[in-house]
């Protein structure tokens, strides 16, 4: 089946650890990007993709960093630099910017 | 900066009637506007999406309605059923030459049996 998928479903990392959020696709999309998801709000973009080897920052970078060496993955590392980690994180891919973005089942991440 | 409003946070209705959310959008260069619904514990879905060229999208019980002069859209469902309650976000496209998108907070919607 194609899809997205994103592992681990539910994590756990103390202060002051980096972590790494897995997302792979096997739907040979080239745009991938990484949201942010807290209670209330909508989704905000921390890093988006167009292509492999290349990434942009998006609106709430700081304290997260990606890597996109190959086209079907697109780890997010989120480092002891972000204040507050402690969210729901997802991620998508699509053909192209405008057209259906497929969304993974998303992480929860929690600082204990 | 730009933003997307949307409203309401939360709407209950009764199984059957008709569900309208709303959003007002800041750009005026935002040209795609889509429309996602999440369930539970799950990444969002697209529903329905819309272009600025277009001012009506249907697709058997939900329709889009744009309105560029006025810079908002809305979601309509009809004959609500209990599989409609989730929560429902809209997006609009940044301005021309970047297709981020920038999301409203997202409307919980609860069908009433």
């Known amino acids: 089946d194609g899809g997205i998928t994103q592992s681990p479903k539910y994590l756990f990392r103390k202060e002051g650890q980096n972590v790494t959020l897995s997302c792979e696709q096997n739907?040979?999309?080239?745009?991938m990007y990484w949201y942010r998801q807290d209670p209330g709000q909508g989704l905000r973009l921390i890093y988006y993709s167009q292509i492999v080897n290349d990434f942009q920052k998006g609106d709430i970078a700081e304290g997260y960093s990606v890597s996109r060496e190959k086209k079907e993955s697109f780890p997010l590392t989120v480092t002891s630099a972000q204040k507050n980690p402690t969210a729901f994180y997802l991620c998508?891919?699509?053909?192209?910017?405008?057209?259906?973005?497929?969304f993974g089942q998303g992480t929860r991440l929690t600082v204990v | 900066g730009e933003n997307v409003e949307q409203h309401p946070s939360t709407l209950s209705v009764q199984e059957g009637d008709s569900a309208v959310i709303k959003c007002t959008y800041s750009d005026s260069a935002s040209n795609y506007f889509p429309w996602y619904k999440q369930e539970l514990g799950k990444g969002p879905q697209l529903i329905i999406d819309i272009r600025s060229n277009v001012g009506e999208k249907k697709d058997q019980r939900i329709a889009v309605t744009l309105n560029k002069t006025a810079k908002h859209f809305s979601l309509h469902i009809t004959e609500t059923q209990p599989e409609d309650s989730a929560v429902y976000f809209c997006?609009?496209?940044?301005?021309?030459?970047?297709?981020?998108?920038?999301w409203g907070a997202g409307t919980k919607l609860i069908i009433k049996p």
């Open positions: 997006a609009a496209s940044k301005g021309l030459g970047n297709y981020q998108l920038i």
């Open positions: 739907l040979n999309h080239d745009a």
């Open positions: 998508a891919s699509s053909i192209q910017f405008d057209t259906e973005a497929f």
